[in-house]
């Protein structure tokens, strides 16, 4: 099946510090969408990007859509405690139709240290 | 509450019972999705359906699987002959016309095949 390769697979950082993760495929995806998922929950959605090259904040967090369709970033901000979980980036194919769902990355797990 | 319901949120059954789960959606929904996550990975698709027809089934994981959504409202996921392999996290979402319109996922429910 397709794979979305989600890098890195975790991070230990300082309260206060920015993070940055991404997603990249050798496919071409329509929509991409990232998630943030904590222990015994489902997921749950942060940012969705609709169009190559678009640039979206919510908040502290800023994602982008590559110009290929075939990579996403997530940046966060200023780390602050309730941002510790796993975060997944997630994305449908171009040739979907809608019925394909998602594809996930395996995520990324953030850690922040006291 | 009016986010995705899902029940059990936790069943333990002995390998080679039969189990079912259900899914409650947001109710202005048309779409609704099946996916199975597993430790340490990002969720999988399995199926998909618009109102009460079944789209999409060809990524269910065995003939083991099976899913309804006979009046478009709640869908149901059984799974037979349970093997410990089926131990997984089942997550439903749902949606208004795609992606464009409130993919929200609910709670899930945690199989532990023994």
């Known amino acids: 099946g397709q794979q979305l390769n989600q890098s890195p697979q975790s991070m230990f950082i300082q309260e206060g510090e920015d993070v940055s993760m991404n997603c990249t495929s050798s496919s071409i995806f329509n929509t991409w969408l990232w998630y943030k998922q904590d222990p015994g929950e489902g997921p749950v959605l942060l940012i969705a990007l609709y169009k190559a090259g678009e640039l979206t904040s919510n908040g502290r967090l800023t994602a982008q859509f590559g110009i290929t369709r075939k990579d996403s970033f997530l940046n966060i901000s200023a780390s602050i405690p309730s941002d510790v979980g796993i975060y997944f980036c997630?994305?449908?194919?171009?040739?979907?139709?809608?019925?394909?769902?998602?594809?996930f990355g395996k995520g990324t797990h953030l850690i922040i240290q006291p | 509450d009016t986010g995705v319901s899902q029940n059990p949120r936790h069943k333990i059954t002995k390998r080679g019972q039969n189990v079912t789960f259900r899914c409650d959606p947001i109710s202005e929904h048309n779409r609704l999705y099946w996916y199975r996550q597993t430790l340490g990975q990002g969720p999988e698709f399995l199926t998909y359906f618009q109102n009460e027809a079944q789209l999409e089934k060809s990524r269910l994981l065995s003939d083991r699987f099976s899913a309804e959504r006979p009046k478009g409202s709640f869908s149901t996921l059984e799974i037979q002959r349970t093997e410990q392999g089926d131990s997984a996290m089942y997550l439903c979402?749902?949606?208004?016309?795609?992606?464009?319109?409130?993919?929200?996922f609910g709670s899930g429910t945690r199989l532990t095949v023994v």
């Open positions: 979402a749902s949606s208004l016309g795609g992606l464009l319109y409130g993919y929200t």
């Open positions: 997630a994305g449908q194919l171009r040739s979907g139709g809608g019925a394909d769902g998602l594809t």
